[in-house]
């Protein structure tokens, strides 16, 4: 091998280890990073921008308040991240409905809302999205469902009828989508090494963590029925049911739960308008 040769392969092997040495130590300072002030270094980079319909911009205006109440940048972004999530997934109707760009963007919407404070945020747990028209027959336990997750699959499943009523009545703490949704993140971030997964454990740990050193407080969650029974079958549904008081009634969340509504703030990195 002549000289020159030479000193260019030794110059690609040494560039090589450097950025490998330079990618784990970012891995480990983000990491440190997170956990000290519970959220990414850095939330936002998109090189290529995606977009939106005109009548997806307009839907999202008419429909959908957390994103009227975004600056324009954030706007933006939101624009970008929902455009991305559903080019990402697979819509598929049952029942003879055909799923269309009003239920894609109002789906797609609710989770980019739910992960807006996560940089990773299309939720790889997730690549079917399956729509039935009304309440539907689950085998898996032979009920009637509004909605279900099966990590196995990587589906998601949603009644449209009741889907939109979770944002017809936006006030009761009842949504489907932000539920199932909450579930998908949830299992999302506990089978994940990510920045975002990592922020979003700790947060649950210290929540429940709160919770069991608190009797007076589990009291009181109890008695107030500000959350429905069914938050206290397990700890994912307690998640979820919390996620959707978050997210619809954050003024009575944060008055009768401040160090509740605060730690579900840090564990979904949920700082934006309204909230």
Known sequence: MDPTSRIVLLTIFFVSMALVVLSRFYVFFEQLYALKYRKPFFLNAIPFKKKLSPFQLRLLNEEFAFYRNLDKRDQDIFQHRLAHFIAEKQFIGRQGLQPNERMKTLIGATAVMLTFGFRKYSIGLIETIIIYPRQYHSKVNETYHKG???PNLKVIVFSWEDFEHGYHVGDDNLNVGIHEFGHAI?????????????????GFQDLITYLKLNASIRQSLIQSKYFRAYAYTNHYEFFAVLLESLIETPRAFKKQFPELYRLMQKTMNFYFAGY
């Open 148 to 150: 279900e997750v099966n």
């Open 186 to 202: 949830h299992l999302n971030a506990f089978g994940n090494k990510d920045t975002s997964s990592v922020i979003f454990k700790q």
